[in-house]
């Protein structure tokens, strides 16, 4: 068992989490995608925690929980706005802010 | 002595200032007055109070003193907010608090009716706030600020109504030749600085800077003296920079009485006496105030003689009075010359007021030969005039004859024969030309304009009373300075009690040399005799002869007269000389070409280069977030390989 | 050996949601998916010495963000995937995707292996007490701050959502 298979199954869960966000269409499915995302850095963090054998890993773990789940409300919040002014959450409803 | 008080002389003024400046309009007009005149009455009230605690101390122990905090700290640079009280300081606060508080009284009715009039008073205490800190100021820096304060509210009073050209013009002039003497104001306060820092002493405060005064060369003192006294010039209009104060009368009248007679326009004057350890040893300085000081009294004077414009006469006597006050203090008796800024301050305040008074009864009329036989019609004023006029004067038991003299024989005894002949033959110009002002003006035929002459009529309680008790100062306010020559006369020794009191502060300025008795009692009959003659003159002149005397004198020598009429055209001089290229200058450089090609074409330009650059690439910017994601991830991916493969 | 064969089955099972959660049809499953992942990830963390954090995965993710989700999912009936194309290629994302993986695979392998420490769990290593006195000894300044960025949060949420009143 060695560090990089952890560091390796952490990169894998993110790539799989920005494909998620670069190629769907739903809303809600691509703040899923976000939150496996950052859920694949928390494994990291844990991992380099146990490596190194130091808690800050872990102290820095709760706090991306925290800011984590401060996005997710805002974002739902987003969603929900979204939803009301175009019926829809396709994210092609969100092109107004460009030139 | 520290005396946490003295701040509140200062905090009174400003405070109405604000309150008016920025509730004005909606207080109404009868609590602004209140206000205005309230704040300056307390600032009187304090000043006394000071005044009567510094007189308490030992004669050789008078300074009170009252650090607010540290202004500047900057290095091993120091400059404190501090005040000073001494004995000058008390003077000059007296003077201006007591002329500024009847002023003040004076407004509310002579501005009565104006729609500005929240406005005024938000100024006139500013112009309090300013001008109190300019003397209070223990340090020359903080003085600056009080110096610069004081030609602020000037502009902003002389340009009080706007909406007339000339007035906004005049405004302008007043505040652009100010700068040219703050300019050499500034350069002497630098050198002063830089002189004594070279010998580590890292402060201005006035008396520090007495102390340790003999560490600096005398020419440093010299050139430090002159350029102090260029900012002199410009504030209290001597030559060459006198040119605004004339035309500074298109202010209100009691600004003009205030700012432009009694306070602001002595700042040079108790400048230079504050500053006489560096004067006294800068001879050649003070030969130069003098004799400019000499010269200007004389040259206003007969500008004066010919001019037809009521303020514009006291204008010109202004100017001609401060070059006494110069005169005073450039022979190195500076007691003298505060004196007589002191006792000059009430009878001119009292003449501009007197004047606004007549004017405010003819409607507005300014011009003298629109005047005439209104001694019945508004006696008070007639009667307050004619006080402050035998006070200008000079004849005896008033009291300019008292400072005047005190000036003349110092010059005389300090050996400037010349510059004593010069203010000899002012004393009688003065007496002249403020005659004539009250012959045209009070006697002979009315040649008022009928409309006018209908509606001539006393001003109110308001307005007298302050011209009352200016008239009782300039007719009893001499006697604090009574020569000794004529003290002992009575046998009342130490009669000289202003010089006395003063005596602390300009105690390294030597002592004129004793004039014998014979000389001293000479001069003063030839003074009088002087004045009388004046006096005379003016009657015989104006009102025997119905000026037919003046105009054929006028006809006998048209050069003369025209020139004295059009003031040696100075202002066209440098109308021609200075302004002229410079507005050349100005425009075919400045604007047309420097403005134009060069700061427009490099604003406009890199504005236009931003908006074509951004044309072409605002395309990135679809809106479409998963591009935006895409982009990103080929930013992350840059960035790893950079780290990977380097 | 146990605990190899425990860390080799979570690892698949991970991946397997992760993908499931990013290719469902419906935001329902995603949804779904997204809290099995969650459980698994906190298996991980016990794996790892950190069961306090497990606790938090569990209590925060799934007690609250995927209620959160589904609450939302079904109270706007949003379970429609709307057909919208892809204005790229899937092939253009996975490659790039392909490119970050070979970088940093490369990356560490290249250092030589890295042993963990021998076996999983230590005895009160991330344990609440440790976790807590190293929050609020090392990292108060943080916490606190966290603290305060959940409170804009919510504020936050609830002024998006709030009806204005339109002047």
């Known amino acids: 068992m060695s560090y990089q298979m952890l560091v390796v199954l952490s990169f894998v869960l993110f790539v799989i989490g920005m494909i998620g966000v670069a190629m769907r269409r739903n809303l809600i499915i691509v703040l899923v995608s976000l939150e496996l995302m950052l859920n694949a850095v928390n494994i990291l963090f844990i991992s380099a925690s146990r490596y190194l054998h130091t808690l800050d890993g872990q102290i820095f773990v709760i706090m991306v929980i925290t800011i984590a789940a401060a996005e997710t409300a805002i974002a739902l919040a987003l969603v929900v706005k979204v939803f009301k002014m175009a019926g829809m959450v396709k994210i092609d409803d969100l092109k107004k802010l460009k030139w | 002595m520290e005396l946490n008080i003295v701040r509140y002389i200062l905090v009174f003024p400003l405070l109405g200032f604000l309150v008016n400046g920025f509730a004005g309009p909606r207080l109404g007009n009868k609590t602004v007055g209140l206000i205005a005149g309230g704040a300056v009455l307390l600032s009187l009230s304090l000043s006394v109070y000071v005044f009567f605690r510094l007189i308490a101390l030992p004669a050789d122990a008078r300074l009170i003193t009252d650090t607010v905090y540290t202004w500047i700290h900057s290095g091993s640079l120091t400059i404190d907010f501090k005040l000073m009280v001494d004995p000058l300081t008390s003077v000059m606060l007296l003077v201006v608090t007591g002329v500024g508080f009847l002023i003040h009284v004076y407004s509310i009715g002579y501005m009565h009716g104006d729609r500005s009039y929240p406005r005024f008073f938000a100024y006139l205490n500013l112009f309090m706030f300013a001008m109190l800190l300019l003397v209070l100021s223990s340090n020359i820096i903080l003085m600056f600020v009080g110096w610069e304060g004081v030609g602020l509210c000037s502009y902003l009073l002389i340009g009080f109504w706007y909406e007339k050209d000339s007035a906004a013009n005049a405004g302008k002039k007043a505040f652009i030749t100010n700068r040219v003497g703050d300019y050499g104001f500034l350069l002497g306060v630098f050198l002063l600085a830089s002189a004594f820092a070279s010998k580590g002493i890292l402060t201005l405060d006035f008396t520090t800077m007495a102390a340790h005064i003999s560490l600096i060369s005398p020419k440093i003192l010299t050139v430090a003296g002159i350029l102090l006294f260029v900012g002199a010039t410009g504030k209290s209009a001597q030559l060459p920079l006198y040119v605004w104060l004339p035309d500074a009368m298109e202010g209100p009248t009691p600004v003009s009485a205030l700012i432009h007679a009694a306070t602001m326009v002595t700042a040079g004057v108790y400048m230079i006496a504050r500053m006489n350890f560096l004067y006294v040893l800068a001879p050649t300085a003070l030969e130069v105030v003098a004799v400019v000081g000499g010269l200007t009294a004389l040259y206003a004077a007969t500008i004066g003689l010919v001019q037809n414009d009521i303020k514009r006469v006291l204008a010109y006597s202004t100017i001609s009075q401060l070059g006494y006050m110069f005169v005073g203090v450039g022979v190195g008796a500076f007691s003298a010359g505060i004196f007589h800024l002191m006792t000059h301050a009430f009878f001119k305040a009292l003449l501009f007021l007197g004047a606004g008074s007549v004017i405010h009864a003819l409607s507005g009329e300014q011009d003298m030969r629109k005047m005439g036989g209104l001694k019945n019609k508004i006696p008070v004023t007639h009667a307050v005039f004619l006080a402050a006029a035998l006070a200008i004067s000079g004849i005896p038991g008033l009291s300019g004859f008292f400072s005047k003299d005190s000036i003349l024989s110092a010059a005389y005894a300090s050996g400037h024969t010349f510059i004593w002949l010069l203010g000899f033959i002012t004393a009688l110009l003065t007496a002249f030309y403020i005659f004539r002002l009250i012959y045209m003006t009070f006697y002979g035929e009315s040649r008022v304009e009928k409309h006018a002459a209908e509606h001539v009529h006393e001003s109110p309680k308001v307005m007298t009373i302050p011209l009352i008790v200016l008239a009782v100062l300039s007719v009893f306010g001499g006697y604090i300075g009574v020569p000794q020559l004529l003290g002992s006369l009575i046998g009342w020794h130490h009669s000289d009690i202003f010089v006395n009191y003063l005596a602390p502060v300009f105690h390294t300025a030597p002592a004129l040399p004793e004039m014998a008795v014979p000389t001293e009692s000479l001069l003063m009959i030839g003074s009088i005799a002087m004045a009388i003659l004046g006096v005379f003159a003016a009657w015989y002149v104006y009102l025997k002869s119905k000026m037919k005397t003046a105009q054929s004198a006028a006809g006998a020598l048209p050069g003369v007269y025209r020139l004295l009429l059009n003031k040696y055209y100075v202002d066209e001089i440098y109308n021609a000389v200075i302004i002229r290229p410079m507005m050349l200058f100005s425009e075919v450089f400045l604007w047309k070409f420097f403005d134009v090609k060069i700061v427009d074409g490099a604003v406009n330009g890199s504005a236009s280069l931003t908006q074509r650059a951004s044309n072409r690439i605002r395309k990135i910017q679809t809106g479409d977030f998963q591009v935006y994601v895409m982009l990103f991830l080929i930013g992350v991916i840059t960035v790893l390989a950079y780290f990977v493969l380097r | ?167």
């Open chain 3, 1 to 167: 050996m146990i605990s190899h064969v425990l860390f080799a089955a979570t690892a698949v099972l991970l991946i397997l949601t992760y993908i499931y959660a990013v290719v469902a049809g419906s935001p329902v499953y995603s949804a779904l998916s997204m809290g099995a992942a969650f459980f698994l990830t906190s298996f991980l963390f016990v794996l790892l010495g950190a069961p306090f954090l497990a606790a938090v995965q569990v209590i925060i993710y799934v007690g609250a963000m995927l209620i959160m989700f589904l609450f939302i999912i079904m109270m706007f009936n949003l379970n429609k995937e709307p057909a919208a194309p892809v204005q790229y290629k899937a092939s253009t994302v996975v490659s790039y995707l392909l490119i970050m993986l070979v970088l940093v695979v490369s990356f560490f392998m290249a250092r030589g292996v890295m042993k963990m420490p021998s076996g999983f769990t230590v005895v009160g290593f991330g344990s609440a007490e440790n976790i807590g006195f190293n929050l609020l000894r090392n990292y108060v300044l943080p916490f606190e701050l966290a603290s305060f960025i959940l409170l804009v949060g919510v504020f936050g949420a609830i002024t998006f959502v709030k009806k204005r009143n339109r002047v």
